[in-house]
């Protein structure tokens, strides 16, 4: 197809797209400039997926950091299965991480043990703090969006957190030009979050133009249904939907008005519930 | 009334795919303002009337102020963390999405209170346009002016002002009139023409989507109709290039130097320069990874290049096209109007670090020219040693080693830059002043142009300088007129408009202009845009407003309709001659 067959509208989103691409390479080249230890943290969903990806149009092709994985071990199955499966195609080092004390003294929600939000304070946010701590990161990357929720909006593309990972919201350096927060006191550490710029509809036109790999449960799993984000299988429900491709998803996203994370339940146990577990150090 | 919602999440177009503008990357607005002035019940209302809001948001909210037992608020949507409800004031900078016919939209809500201000300057740097909020019912506050003089600095260029809660005024046309009159005033000032006023109550949905039935008198559009007609800032792909380099890699036995290009375009065969230092070479290859093949990258773009000839070059550097083009200027001194930030003062000589792009350097504050209150404009002259948290100043950094810069108002993102105090970013400063043409490690006199400035203005007995005309009278008739008046006052005189210069924009005629001031002449520009460039990198430069009434401490305006062309003439003359003229003897020895 030459220049002048792709329609317009396709031209106007593939410049948005590439527009979007620049600004994340950007952010990602400049934390792999200016930390010493730097790891990327992979939840395995359609985000973090997109952003791998980033990484190697990055730095053409090489993933030159470990990807991290929080495992609550309640994942959805799949998910574990085209993580090992990706690690392998595209050897890259990869780092799991669960709290095992926590998993095995069955003080979970899924155990009934503990509500859904103290069981991601432990599952997550810990093992989280655990798996940097360990490594000894001085950045680490996650793939948040803005456009996700009300908390995340207000986010910064390099984000500080404290010696005990929390994050203050109400103090945030200011961050203008691109010129991001890049000194730091020893002990505290950055999140740097590439996406920050992007929407859910964004992400499913840049896997679409990319052919990027992502779970396959995120499209219709032959009755009906979808999942639209991932999480623990305990906690995350799927939509219904027919949607088997990512050029199904784009259309039914443009058209639907229900909130990405509304199949999150720990989101809605408390009104700020994401809230508390954000300022507390979860990504 | 609830105003119908205009989008298509209501009225369902043929297919979403069929709206190419709805592909196009959205357009940023920041809303600012003084405190209170309604700026999160602007947001809010504007998504609720373009069908905006995600299904069930409106009812929690609802649902929530029931709790809490207070009435429900508009602004409640923006505000979505709990402390903030608490305290009734945006904290923080939070962007949220929405859509009309037209085009798609990122708000960028930025909080008003002073003590934020590092917030508003983070949200207000990232936007293409801005509404500018003033309550009705309070007028022109410190904080409409001061983020007027931000949005300035910061180099927002479209500026739209929303006279909020008119229905606490009656929607009486006189209280716009007035508000309208004051703070046009204040702006022309500092250089900004606002694209115009809209009256509206936010909170009744008056003049946001729809149009009111209260403000007959009212002739423009909604809300919703100045965001459609806001433009999107085109990349400044005809620039000079400067692509600075981000870092570099060793891969497969490539050596790639990897960045952005922040003006211009670079393609494969083309040879560069790289400042400071002046080292050249040609490009060899744009590298790609699972993309098509390119030769040519433009301004925006995050690429990677290999070098045919390889030379040392590190993070920093910038690179130029080394022919045809301008390049960026070197030194180690830096003159930038500055605001500051940091709960420590930034005191003369004490060490701080620049971070422009990707240069960083070392560096002091050796001067401070004028500090002022950006909100009444007023000069605090004793206050020569600091800089306070919420100041503006004119300063002078001498940087460590040299850096490649340019002046703002030249190319922006390579003209402005960061102060990093200790641990935080702490301030912001725009360049509005660059040495180009004079090689960092050369004396400061431009001893290798074959004639010098003062040589010129001893020849022509006056300094060169730019007289920018705007406003909306008969500038060319006056241009004409005052031409005549000068060269008869015995200055060496020119003109620059568009007429002249086939299709020029503003940015063309300021350029040329310079260039006939530093030839020693005054020139008289007549600009296509009725504005005025807040850098015009001419140490001479004189706007003048033609046609409007009442005085300003920065622009002469003048009335030629009223007085006749020969006094508005003698009013400029008056005005710039001895400027000019006095300029000569001080200014050789100076140099």
Redesign the interface.
């Known amino acids: 197809m030459s220049l002048d067959e792709v329609p317009e509208s396709r031209r106007e989103r593939d410049l948005a797209l590439d527009k979007l691409e620049a600004q994340s390479v950007f952010v990602i080249r400049e934390a792999f400039k200016k930390f010493d230890k730097v790891g990327m943290l992979w939840s395995i969903g359609k985000d973090s997926s997109v952003m791998l990806w980033l990484v190697r149009k990055a730095f053409f092709g090489h993933i030159p950091f470990p990807m991290l994985h929080v495992d609550t071990q309640y994942k959805i199955p799949e998910m574990i299965k085209f993580r090992d499966e990706l690690a392998k195609k595209w050897n890259f080092e990869l780092i799991v991480e669960t709290n095992w004390e926590v998993y095995n003294s069955k003080k979970t929600f899924p155990e009934g043990n503990a509500t859904r939000v103290e069981c991601c304070s432990a599952l997550k946010k810990d093992a989280l703090q655990a798996i940097i701590s360990k490594n000894g990161f001085d950045a680490v990357f996650a793939g948040i969006r803005r456009d996700e929720e009300g908390t995340r909006a207000k986010e910064r593309y390099f984000s500080p957190r404290g010696k005990a990972f929390e994050w203050d919201f109400k103090d945030q350096p200011p961050e203008l030009w691109d010129q991001f927060k890049t000194d730091f006191e020893p002990g505290t550490h950055i999140r740097v979050h590439p996406l920050l710029h992007w929407t859910e509809v964004n992400i499913w036109e840049y896997i679409e133009r990319e052919g990027i790999p992502v779970v396959p449960v995120y499209y219709d799993m032959g009755d009906g249904c979808r999942y639209r984000s991932l999480g623990c299988e305990p906690c995350t429900s799927r939509v219904e939907s027919p949607a088997k491709t990512a050029e199904d998803i784009i259309v039914e996203l443009k058209r639907t008005k229900i909130a990405e994370r509304s199949t999150r339940a720990q989101d809605q146990e408390a009104e700020d519930a994401f809230e508390r577990l954000r300022a507390e150090g979860y990504m | 009334m609830t105003a119908q919602p205009k989008t298509?999440?209501s009225q369902q177009p043929a297919?979403?795919?069929?709206?190419?503008?709805?592909?196009?990357?959205p357009l940023r607005i920041v809303i600012v303002g003084h405190v209170d002035h309604g700026k999160s019940t602007l947001v809010g209302r504007l998504f609720h009337d373009t069908g905006s809001?995600?299904?069930?948001?409106k009812e929690a909210i609802e649902k929530?102020c029931e709790r809490r037992g207070v009435p429900f608020e508009w602004a409640f949507l923006m505000d979505?963390?709990?402390?903030e409800r608490d305290q009734n004031i945006t904290?923080?900078?939070?962007?949220?999405?929405f859509a009309t016919d037209k085009r798609r939209y990122v708000i960028i809500d930025a909080p008003g209170h002073k003590e934020f201000l590092?917030?508003m300057?983070?949200g207000a740097?990232?936007a293409d346009a801005a509404l500018l909020l003033i309550a009705a019912d309070e007028g022109v506050q410190e904080q409409s002016r001061r983020h007027g003089y931000l949005l300035s600095m910061?180099g927002v260029k479209q500026v739209f002002v929303v006279v909020n809660k008119m229905d606490r005024v009656g929607y009486d046309q006189a209280v716009f009139d007035n508000i309208e009159r004051e703070y046009r005033q204040y702006l022309s000032t500092i250089g900004v023409d606002p694209l115009g006023f809209i009256p509206v109550s936010a909170r009744d949905g008056d003049n946001v989507a729809e149009r009111s039935p209260h403000t007959g008198w009212y002739g423009g559009g909604t809300i919703t109709d100045v965001l459609d007609d806001f433009e999107v800032p085109a990349r400044d792909e005809k620039a000079p290039l400067r692509f600075y380099v981000?870092?570099i890699?060793r891969?497969?036995h490539r050596r790639?130097l990897?960045g952005?290009i922040e003006s211009g375009s670079l393609s494969v065969g083309d040879k560069l320069v790289f400042l400071p230092g002046g080292k050249e070479s040609t490009v060899q290859s744009i590298?790609?990874?699972?993309?098509p093949e390119k030769t040519t990258a433009v301004a925006?773009?995050?690429v990677?290049i290999t070098l045919s000839e390889q030379i040392f070059v590190e993070?920093g550097h910038v690179a130029a096209q080394a022919e045809g083009e301008q390049r960026a200027a070197t030194s180690n001194r830096v003159k930038a109007r500055v605001f500051w930030?940091g709960q420590k003062s930034l005191d003369v000589g004490r060490p701080v670090?620049i971070?422009l792009c990707t240069a960083e350097v070392p560096a002091k504050l050796a001067r401070i020219d004028r500090v002022f209150d950006a909100s009444t404009l007023e000069v605090h002259t004793s206050q020569k040693d600091k800089i306070n948290k919420n100041d503006v100043a004119e300063v002078e950094f001498v940087t460590e080693q040299p850096i490649a810069f340019d002046a703002a108002d030249v190319i922006a993102?390579s003209g402005?830059?960061?102060v990093?105090d200790?641990?935080?970013?702490a301030g912001?400063g725009v360049i509005y002043d660059a040495p180009y043409d004079v090689a960092a490690d050369a004396p400061a006199a431009p001893s290798h142009l074959p004639v010098s400035s003062e040589e010129r203005s001893r020849r022509f007995g006056h300094q060169g300088g730019v007289v920018w005309l705007s406003g909306k009278g008969p500038r060319l008739e006056f241009a004409r007129a005052l031409e005549r008046q000068l060269f008869d006052a015995g200055f060496a005189t020119a003109m620059v408009d568009d007429g002249l210069l086939e299709g020029a924009d503003n940015r063309a005629v300021l350029a040329c202009a310079r260039q006939l001031a530093k030839a020693g002449l005054l020139c008289i520009a007549i600009p296509p845009e009725r504005v005025v460039p807040r850098f015009a990198g001419v140490a001479q430069f004189f706007p003048v407003r033609v046609g409007r009434e009442g005085d300003s401490p920065d622009t002469l305006v003048v009335d030629p309709e009223q007085t006749g062309l020969a006094d508005a003439a003698d009013k400029v003359l008056a005005h710039i001659g001895p400027r000019l003229k006095r300029g000569v003897e001080e200014w050789f020895y100076e140099i």
């Open positions: 298509k999440s297919t979403p795919e069929d709206n190419q503008a709805l592909e196009a990357a809001l995600p299904e069930g948001k929530s979505a963390f709990k402390s904290i923080d900078t939070a962007q949220i999405w590092k917030n300057i983070t740097a990232q910061l981000q870092d890699y891969f497969d790639i990897a952005r590298e790609t990874w699972s993309a925006g773009e995050s990677g993070r930030m670090k971070k993102p402005r830059f960061v990093v200790g641990y935080d970013l912001g």
